[in-house]
């Protein structure tokens, strides 16, 4: 019934439909890179005007049955001049491409006066996100470089900011909020990326202090864009990783157009060279599309769909970890039985139906339904000698264990299987009370249904004994007297779970831009609610409500320099997810309360000229102070919570960002980033949290050799101290704060333009292309050790437990192919 109840809403869209007897031209503006426009002025000889938005857009409504005259000029573009004679009620699509005012390499445009800076958010060009693959292709790519956020792992696209874990990111897709699936347990397993770069078309990114429009999370919000096409097009990508292909078209009357595009991955390249040795099949697909339908000037009707099969096959064989001292030198060698096999299918819709009422008000309607199936096998033996190593150069022996300290075996098995099915109904309108006003709000309910069953244990034998779980109640007197107890696995979970969430939600905003005195002033108040009930078989229900006052203030002095400060701050609570509400032992805790955070942001921007080039510095200070904290463990990217709000937590730090035309005609950015973050568990003190990160570098370079431009390179270069490496099972985590090894890589990527779009060939094959480039790239480039956790070995004889890092991907070499039709 609940299916049924969302088709039928589904079907309500249609009936907005509205049609317009006016004439009408519209379209979008681009660039000769084929880069949407913002600012232009477009005006028409009958006196009526308007400017393209941030995504190029624009639509005029001019008079029909006489030629009008329609200008469009830009700053840096030179101008366009089109006659049009429209009937009545006909509308028309027109994309002018503007060409730059002087021949010359097209600059880099940073000002302080954009709505992203007095946002407070990052843009990411989409030709950034096309250029700089990495070993995860993906937003997630360039994400890392920025200060603030903290990627240790180049096999996830998971992320954490400013403190936060991988729970408390926001994702949208032009407003349609995304998911993850909820079973992955390390980088290996994940596949792609939701968003796919050959669909984007903006990309804005927000650390913190966001607006109330944006949801309940504690940390940030990634904001994407996917394009509305112009012309027909084809893009593909091939690598040794895998590939992908795009396609877009338009109808010949413009009121449909549409954008696909299907992706593969295979990771064999990066996981045939980790320390564990095995057969693994690690295959990644997903299809996406998007699709819109002009039914009239005042109603488009949008889609976004996707489907995501993953699929993760291992059978490990062995492995070996050296560690320790020179002067102590220590390793682990482990020889597995068993086999691992893993699978996530996800599938996504979602309609959103847009109405302008007027040229000021803008009504929407969005309903989504997401549904993922998961499951997690395996079966691994995993026998281990922990000892010392053969230092003695020469000795054929070199490298190898020569004594045994530790002797034993673990046997780890799950049977895990969840099912997920989340709608969403929403309706999002704006106001625009005027040139400079604004107001927006929001109406939306989601239902969750869950269903999961979660079985997992763990039997560890050390030196031939069966190591029980410290809390275990019979006591073992050997040898004074023989031990009778059962035999007990080391960790044992059984939980099957049956939950549904209802949630809803509402936010209302202000915003304004104004003068104060000489000085450009931008301010924006809003306030969110967010009820939600739990309920499900075996679990008593539970209700609660939060509101989160938001606000934000800009002000852009009247001074030589191009300088901006701003302001921003609220609190933000974070309701718990079905991850947050079930504990370590699987069962499902239903009175979890939201976690609370005060967020205080201050931020300035600085735009000057170095080398008669164009420059920005970013510079943010923040603080959060966070109560009704959930504590969590972190396991690779697998986030176990204690489902009690029995901690307080605090974090603050400094962002700084520079960016810019280093080498005229591309833009480059350095980042520092320093963070501190602790919490407080039962009132025991504060100790570090698991992504306590204390200073962080990140850099993007591009570069091209002077006399031969078509030659580029990329340079991804990220320095992380480490965070804790976490605590043994049953552990206390105040008695283990040990730090992983700072986090250092840097990938270099290589590419010829074997054709130039700027150009033009007088051969036949390459005027197939309209783009074609060819490329290496070294992901690790320094081939540098770094570690995601430990695995903790015990050592029978002297009973300690050793923190062995489990190292993350070597030097690995990629090629790639790149075109556009």
Known sequence: ?????????????????????????????????????????????????????????????????????????????????????????QELEYNPVLNIEIEQIATVVISTNTRQSIDGVVSITPKTLRTIKGAQPGVENILKTLPGVNISNELSTQYSVRGGNFDENLVYVNEIEVYRPFLIRSGNQEGLSFVNTDLVQNVDFSAGGFQAKYGDKLSSVLDITYRNPVSFGIRTDLSLLGGSVAAEAVSKDGKFSGIAGVRYRDNSLILNNLETEGNVEPVFADAQTYLTYRFSSKFHLNFLGNISLNKYNFQPENRQTNFGTLEEPVALLVFYDGQEKDQYQTYFGAFKANYFVSDDLTLKLIASAYHTTEQEYFDILAQYRLGEVNTNIGDENLGEVEFSEGIGSQLTHARNDLDAFIVNAEHRGDYKIDDESTVEWSVKYTHEDIRDRLVEWEVIDSAGFSIRPPNFSSPNLQPIAP???????????????????????????????????????????????????????????????????????????????????????????????????????????????????????????????????????????????????????????????????????????????????????????????????????????????????????????????????????????????????????????????????????????????????????????????????????????????????????????????FAIPNYLTPRVFNLRLSARF
């Open 1 to 89: 019934m609940k299916r049924l109840h969302f088709i039928v809403l589904l079907s309500l869209l249609f009936s907005l439909l509205s049609f317009s007897q006016s004439a009408i031209i519209r379209g979008v503006i681009l660039d000769e890179n084929n880069n949407p426009i913002n600012d232009v002025n477009i005006k028409a000889s009958t006196g009526e005007g308007t400017a393209s938005n941030e995504n190029g857009f624009y639509e005029l409504k001019i008079p029909f049955g006489v030629e009008v005259t329609i200008v469009f000029t830009h700053i840096n573009h030179k101008r366009i001049e089109a006659k049009f004679n429209l009937k009545n009620g």
């Open 483 to 801: 031990f009778s107890g059962p035999l007990t696995a080391f960790e044992n979970i059984r939980a099957l779970n049956k939950v549904q969430i209802d949630r809803l939600q509402a936010f209302g905003q202000y915003s304004k831009r104004t003068n104060w005195g000489e000085n450009e002033v931008f301010y924006n108040v809003g306030v969110r609610a967010h009820s939600w009930t739990v309920n499900g078989e075996g679990i008593k229900g539970s209700s609660q409500t939060v509101v989160s006052p938001r606000a934000q203030f800009a002000i852009k002095p009247d001074w030589d320099k191009d300088m901006l400060f701003r302001v921003a701050g609220g609190l933000y609570y974070q309701p718990p997810f079905y991850r947050e509400l079930r504990d370590s032992s699987g069962v499902v805790q239903p009175n979890v309360k939201a976690q609370k955070s005060f967020h205080i942001v201050l931020g300035n921007e600085y735009s000057f000229k170095i080398w008669d080039r164009p420059f920005k510095l970013v510079t943010e200070a923040y603080y959060k102070g966070l109560s009704d904290v959930n504590p969590y463990t972190l396991e690779n990217v697998r986030i176990r919570y204690r489902a009690k709000n029995n901690a307080k937590a605090y974090a603050y730090g400094l962002d700084m960002r520079l960016n810019g035309e280093f080498v005229p005609g591309t833009e480059s950015w350095f980042s520092f980033g320093y963070l501190k973050t602790e919490e407080n568990i039962d009132n025991r003190g504060y100790i570090a949290r698991p992504t306590d990160q204390r200073l962080k570098f990140g850099a993007l370079f591009q570069d091209y050799v002077p006399n031969m431009p078509d030659l580029k390179m990329y340079l991804n270069l990220v320095y992380n101290t480490g965070v804790p490496g976490g605590s043994p099972s049953y552990a206390d985590p105040y008695d283990f704060q040990i730090r992983l090894r700072d986090y250092r890589r840097a990938d270099l990527g290589i590419s010829f333009q074997v054709v130039n779009p700027e150009k033009t060939y007088n051969s036949k094959w390459k005027k197939a292309f309209r783009e074609l480039s060819i490329g290496f790239e070294i992901y690790n480039m320094f081939n540098n050790q770094n570690s995601i956790t430990n695995t903790w070995v015990r050592d029978v004889y002297t009973k300690r437990q």
